[in-house]
């Protein structure tokens, strides 16, 4: 298992993507996650206050009542362009696994100041390698057409045709094309 840490949480064309560094290495895992799930995530992230107990809030709540610890999160999976993830709960000499989506491992994760977890076969799949910012570069960079185009590419030679169709039609909005 290979420890991340949060990285960022932005906006993309394609939605919200909470960003997973891999503490020792130049590489990222991007998640792609719904409005709420980013919502929650970024307000622990960023350490907001809100006025009444959020959904992870509550849990976090509970399962402090009922002495019981969420001990790690780990991203555990990724089958057909979705990720999965376990968390790993701690309860009176007991220890149990529960089958979780990685935005409320990560929401929970955050609660608890526990460790963030992606099994090392994800992380070679899905990750990117970011350039550290020490780096220099020759290349010119690339314009969001030119990265959406390989996105689009990669997306059809992978046959993952309901994401290339969402990439095209981000294309042809940029495009001015309808």
């Keep these: 298992m290979i420890p ?3 990285a960022d949480i932005s906006l993309s064309n394609l939605g919200f993507v909470v960003f997973l560094k891999h503490l020792d290495e130049d ?10 799930e980013a919502q929650a995530i970024a307000v622990q992230f960023n350490k907001l206050k809100t006025p009444r107990p ?9 399962l402090t009542l009922l002495d019981c610890k969420i001990s790690k999160v780990v991203v555990n999976d990724l089958i057909d362009n979705t990720f999965y993830a376990k ?5 009176k000499n007991e220890k149990f696994q529960v089958d979780s989506r990685p935005s ?18 994800v992380m ?6 970011v350039k550290n910012e020490n780096e220099e570069s020759n290349e010119t960079p690339k314009t969001q057409l030119e990265i959406l185009q390989e996105q689009l590419q990669s997306a059809v030679a992978e046959e993952r045709y309901e994401e290339a169709a969402k990439i095209r039609d981000e294309i042809k909005k940029i495009s001015g094309h309808n």
């Design 4 to 6: 991340v840490k949060i």
């Design 27 to 36: 590489k990222t895992l991007p998640i792609f996650i719904g409005v709420p």
């Design 54 to 62: 959020l959904t992870h809030d509550l849990l976090k709540n509970m």
């Design 87 to 91: 968390i790993f709960l701690e309860s």
């Design 104 to 121: 409320d491992a990560i929401a929970l994760a955050l609660r608890f100041e526990i460790p963030i977890y992606v099994e090392e076969k």
């Design 124 to 129: 070679e799949v899905g990750a990117v390698k």
